[in-house]
């Protein structure tokens, strides 16, 4: 299945996709409001990472996603799912993370560091040296 077909089966009022490989999709700006991407792989790939810049995934549910050197910059991730999601090397900047459920996620590397994560859920979250604006 490639990424238009996903897309057409998201407006058409699929949301569940649930362990699929996302392995260098290209959904940026794509609008993916309250989607089920559970135990899917969004990481990077030899051949590139997944593209989820300025996407829309508020309420998604990543909880165990691998999204390892996912390109999430300027993507709406507010009340998303994200417990023990891999974020390594991830680039969050610019993402909003508003009330985001992080525990048990690796931010391991993930960058910037000044992520805003005070309105988030971090038990046992595994956050980049220096991190972050939680007060």
């Known amino acids: 299945m490639n990424w238009n077909q996903i897309l057409e089966r998201y407006t058409a009022g699929d949301r569940d996709f649930h362990g699929m490989d ?3 999709a290209k959904l940026s700006d794509a ?3 309250d989607v089920n991407l559970s ?7 030899s051949f590139g990472r997944a593209n989820l810049r300025h996407a ?3 309420g998604a549910n990543l909880h165990g996603a691998d999204l390892c050197h996912a390109d999430l910059r300027d993507a709406d ?6 417990r023990g999601a891999l974020l390594l090397r991830a680039n969050l ?6 009330n985001a459920d992080l525990r048990w996620a690796s931010l391991t590397e993930a960058s910037p560091t000044d992520l805003d994560l005070s309105h988030c859920q971090l038990d046992r979250t595994i956050l980049p040296k220096g991190c ?3 007060d």
């Open 39 to 45: 135990d899917s792989d969004l990481r990077r790939s």
């Open 77 to 82: 991730l507010r009340g998303a799912d994200l």
């Open 56 to 58: 829309n995934l508020s």
């Open 132 to 134: 972050c604006s939680n």
């Open 31 to 33: 609008d993916l409001e």
């Open 22 to 24: 996302f392995a260098q």
């Open 93 to 98: 900047m610019g993402a909003n993370l508003e």
